[in-house]
């Protein structure tokens, strides 16, 4: 009987833990769950005019910068009041759940060269639950960038070329 009871008590012991790859799973599935606002944005160092162009997306709508001149590279949370039409939110609403987990879990700030070759830079920040997530500066040249992010990296260009349309 002592045996027995040994046994069972074992075999609920092996079946209750978890192997390293179930935390890591848990882990990563927190880390991409959807953020709570992104701002997105293309800018450019040293130029004249409207160098930047940010974008914001929170709560169901978009938010164009109000940023005049160029990104001073502090303020980048300046925006309209009125939200931008419908039409260029659910043009843009899926940025919400694709950015990468490289991203998300990354404590490097810049990816790829931007603005090397005045080429731009592309500004992204997540907001998840009241906490910052970035900013990050990403490279506009997509073969400048890691695999991991240059499907994220493309989407992020080509809302940002027909926002700008």
């Not at 603005?115 to 592309?122: A, E, K, P, R, S």
């Amino acid at each position: 009987m002592r045996n027995s009871i040994l046994f069972f008590l074992f075999i609920g012991c092996f079946f209750a833990c978890k192997t390293a790859d179930d935390v890591t799973t848990t882990e990563t599935e927190t880390e991409t769950s959807k953020v709570d606002e992104l701002v997105f944005g293309l800018y450019y160092g040293r130029c004249a005019g409207d160098c930047t162009h940010f974008f914001k997306l929170r709560d169901g709508q978009l938010f164009k910068d109000a940023i005049e001149g160029r990104y001073d590279g502090q303020e980048w949370d300046v925006f309209n009041e009125s939200a931008a039409p419908n039409e260029d939110y659910r043009m843009t609403a899926g940025l919400l759940e694709s950015i990468p987990d490289a991203l998300l879990g990354s404590t490097e700030e810049k990816f790829g060269s931007p603005n090397v070759v005045d080429q731009g830079t592309i500004l992204v920040v997540a907001i998840k639950s009241g906490t910052q997530l970035g900013p990050w500066q990403l490279d506009p040249r997509t073969d400048e960038l890691p695999e991991n992010l240059q499907v994220f990296q493309t989407e992020i260009r080509t809302a940002i070329d027909a926002l700008m349309d």
